[in-house]
């Protein structure tokens, strides 16, 4: 629960933007995969900011440091304990949000709910954070590789754009006028076998969702035929099953589906999409409220990304690796 | 796990559609609630077919009888057993899908999962099962009510169409068709206290997410500015907040932010969107295959909906009613 | 949680004692197991009153309906819903605790918690109860018999006597005093696999000493050496491990560890105690309080069993199965 | 799950004893409360070896370093991640253990279970381990005292012992003769409120006996009249409730109940007792079998204790004041 993510292979996730580390507890990981700890570090180089010209130019080494359940470069089946040091951790640059609230943040909110909150860089609601959802999302595409599983994530649409040259314009364009802009990031999981979900509330799709939705900055998830699919005859979207002779499998001639019928993977490809919002963070002057409720003026300057694209990519993968290979291995206990 | 759902408030689900019963256990549910049996009959009768020109013809009565947890008309704090005997299950009519799998079903996955199957009438994939959803989200209403909260779905689409004239038309069409059409259904939550939802993995987005994503049918969820936010610049969706002098409580001037920031409520209404595909069981002849893998030919008759709506709306609103009650007993145990 | 037991294969509870039905649902039975009804009965006639002369003269007749979750007596792997309806429930024999609390019951401390409690036949804190977990252990044994596995339970005390005749006799002492005596129930399971257990918090022994103490009346639990052993020095406790070339398999000489060394199963027999405390419902008469707290004199009557032994072993034999397969399901689930 | 302990206030452990670093994650703390560094120091030096002529001489710093989840000496509601990093770790003391297993020890189940392990100093298995407990019980004990709560453990038996003096003798004469000997520990907690503890599968006890149990070394758990009451008539152990006017509360004469009922508490002092095996760690040559399942010999050395006490009393406390706390949580939540 809240800062546990997954049923058997259990992601459990700390740490402030500002705080000494972040870290998290890999919990189930299976025991004797090798760790190619260069793919981890090239998994975090990918969330990094000031990888390009199109991300915020603060930089974040990003060392994750592992502490348990890897000996010898293998996993031992026990818990897998990170820390990633912050650095350049500018908390002077926020001494301004100690008591002001910034719109469409987390600050009034984890206010009301806590009572106190660490204002420094956005605290606990940090995209920050998701820099842990990588490193768990890295070991455990290390054990779904094994099993001839892949996870690409992708930018669909930035702004109004869908093409990729006129994305990139998108974001150099919000950025000229001081502003951010929202994307669709979509994510294709290739090499299931049919038979992961549960039934009813644990469906693939649910915990897809899940996964998904609680990426900072995501308000929307469909997947297969999604949010268009709602505009269409029954009889446009049928997925006609055959039997392949060459891959000996049950095969669907189309995928509407989106590779999930009742909950349960059918063994074609799993798409989805993920819709964000502009980033918050506008680097403009802003109109808010300090926490005696009186109006304020607010300029958060602007050391932030204009668009979750490209960073947000790796972390879709990472959030839909481990879902995958905790449904893998819910699957699996059934097989007694 | 599976077919349990929620935290502290859980409500825990079984049947298939043609075996003796369906039925659930909320565990978790507050002590000393008044239980208002008609209100629970009525959200039953809202999703029970037969009742319009716009559903299926099948009768089903859906009288649930309690067996625990209410003693003199008020709850016991302990787990509170229900079942709904299944009647009129015209199994017979099944028996050409012992050895079919229907296209856009879960027959293929559950047979690929498990190895067995109850082919009759969907077993356990059969949207029959949400009578049990609705049991346990009246029963959550009834909490909810007493802390003001109210939780309200409705049609905002069907295929085409975004007038309520003109959806009812749709699902007449598509019927004349002997075809199905897809939907979108909304849904707001108003009336909740700023603070429900926990950070990072648990946000209220992602529980709401995963409780839509679980109801059979559903392709997509969004909130607040949602899939068409992407599209948007930052400074297209501020939220500027003030103190409301009258409520004497911070209020939002707009609500692109859906009521959720930083993935934990802020006051303001809750709303959003769940796309369903068209029901997959088309009253039309159908291209197939069998359970040794040969191509057949598959009729399906006539006694299904046309479209989900408007019998899924009121599945929505007890998904989300469930959800809500369970944040907020989270928020509580954190209150200590 | 709460009334759920239980990791993969989960048992969720329900049902007070004079309520229309106690009732389970089994969540995580592996698809395809042949059920055995029959035997389900024999461990249910076990467990039941009425059955011989050292029990309660009361008749239930206990017989369970299931409900879903079986076809044409096969598994299925969706939940398994079953009740177990209320008969020859002589509420009106307890009227006279609507108002009054018996000392060493749950009765005050139900109050206290929920301010409401069903006051009949001790509510939801009846051993009735414990026929739903009867039925969760038989269908566990199903699955661990196809594994070479057995769990036996036995006697070993009752009251100062540890031979069977002796044993009874106290028993039949303790009912001709108007009185009621402890007992101490082992337990041995056997064909276990090495490997079972997780480290740390669940620890094999952890999962049997919580599965243990949920039982109404356990009032301790040990394990190998247990209680006595922490009189030794530990030279008198090596389980010198050897070879045996007959079985293929690593041995130990002596089981001073219970099949258990460090959480974790080491393929010896598991053997266990559970000590439970003289029933609490004596039949004689009592100083207690009312709901207004004043001090008041009470009659239980006859009708109740003077000692837990012989009805509790099949209990402890059914958590017993439920655990081991637990987490026979828990190591599965690692093995991808 | 594993690795995880308790339902709302929860704590994830990790760390191996000879990796770089054992730590954990607190999620469920409630946010607001002064963290009390020194007294975590005190609660973890009470642990630490090296400490008095009755332990090993081995030096661990135990330094506690925390990451996250306070902010300027507050909580913050969200996770406190924390480490210990491993120091004076000799390794290569360890190097005849990597093909050797222990007799009594976790050696041989650890690597049938995960076919890899980390020999050195008892790798995840080591009791270094418990020391990440002590700072979760610790900051829970901070949340106790705010609600007058006391967690009190002591040494009730060491060996044939039950006296101060002997208690010690015996831990020096096992000492002497180059052995190790048991122990019981003790441990009352004062000052709860009556209904903590769930109904059926989490009763306090069930809970309870699940965290001493899943200690290292213990064998035995049991409240109240315990073992020793399955040897007692019922009449012998009436807890006669009254009302005192002094206090305005429900007491009871006599608390052979040990403060729980029906698995929940009524308000008096809850007590019960933890059985411990003598440490398996001998200090003197031992018959063995290697990896390849050779008899060996094996001389383990003497930097080891020669009792759990006096070093497990306050991992005792942890265990029960995280317990306590839970449960508290969990009954706050049902009190919407």
Redesign the interface.
């Known amino acids: 629960?809240?800062?546990?993510?997954g049923?058997?292979y259990?992601l459990?996730?700390?740490?402030?933007s500002h705080?000494?580390?972040?870290?998290?507890?890999v919990?189930?990981m299976?025991?004797?995969v090798s760790v190619d700890f260069d793919e981890i570090r090239r998994w975090l180089a990918r969330r990094r900011p000031g990888q390009s010209t199109l991300t915020t130019s603060r930089k974040e080494a990003d060392e994750v440091?592992?502490?348990?359940?890897i000996?010898e470069g293998?996993?031992?089946?026990?818990?897998?304990?990170f820390?990633i040091e912050n650095v350049d951790a500018r908390s002077a640059d926020y001494e301004e949000l100690r008591h002001k609230?910034r719109?469409?943040?987390?600050?009034?909110?984890?206010q009301?709910?806590?009572?106190?909150?660490?204002y420094r860089g956005g605290?606990?609601?940090s995209a920050r954070?998701t820099a842990v959802r990588v490193v768990g999302g890295a070991l455990a595409m290390q054990?779904l590789k094994q099993?001839g599983i892949s996870v690409n994530a992708y930018a669909l649409?930035v702004?109004?754009a869908t093409e990729p040259d006129a994305m990139e314009r998108e974001i150099r364009d919000?950025r000229a006028?001081r502003?951010?802009?929202?994307?669709?990031v979509g994510c294709t999981v290739s090499g299931i076998a049919?038979?992961?979900g549960?039934?009813?509330?644990?469906?693939l799709?649910?915990?897809?969702?899940?996964?998904?939705?609680?990426i900072n900055a995501?308000?929307?998830?469909?997947?297969?035929?999604?949010?268009d699919?709602?505009?269409?005859?029954?009889?446009?979207?049928?997925?006609?099953?055959?039997?392949d002779a060459d891959s000996q499998k049950?095969r669907m001639r189309t995928n509407?589906?989106?590779g999930?019928?009742?909950?349960?993977?059918?063994?074609e490809d799993i798409y989805f999409r993920v819709?964000?919002?502009?980033?918050?963070t506008?680097p403009?002057p802003?109109?808010?409220?300090d926490d005696e409720?009186?109006?304020c003026a607010l300029d958060l300057g602007g050391r932030h990304d204009p668009c979750v694209v490209p960073r947000a990519i790796v972390v879709v993968e990472a959030m839909a690796a481990m879902t995958v290979?905790d449904a893998?291995?819910?699957?699996?206990?059934?097989?007694?």
């Open positions: 629960m809240s800062n546990t993510f049923n058997i259990r459990t996730d700390f740490g402030e705080g000494p580390a972040i870290g998290g507890v919990d189930g299976p025991a004797g440091r592992f502490l348990s359940g000996y293998r996993t031992l089946g026990t818990p897998i304990g820390i609230f719109p469409n943040h987390a600050d009034y909110t984890y009301a709910k806590y009572g106190i909150r660490d605290g606990r609601a954070e054990v099993h649409q702004g109004k919000a006028a502003d951010t802009v929202g994307a669709i049919p038979g992961l549960e039934p009813v509330f644990d469906k799709q649910a915990l897809l969702a899940s996964a998904m939705m609680s995501a308000k929307g998830f469909d997947y297969g035929s999604g949010f699919g709602a505009a269409c005859r029954g009889s446009e979207l049928v997925d006609t099953p055959f039997f049950v509407h589906s989106g999930i019928q009742g909950g349960i993977s059918n063994g819709a964000f919002k502009p980033i918050a506008l403009q802003l109109e808010a409220i409720f009186r109006q290979l893998m291995m819910m699957a699996k206990a059934a097989s007694l």
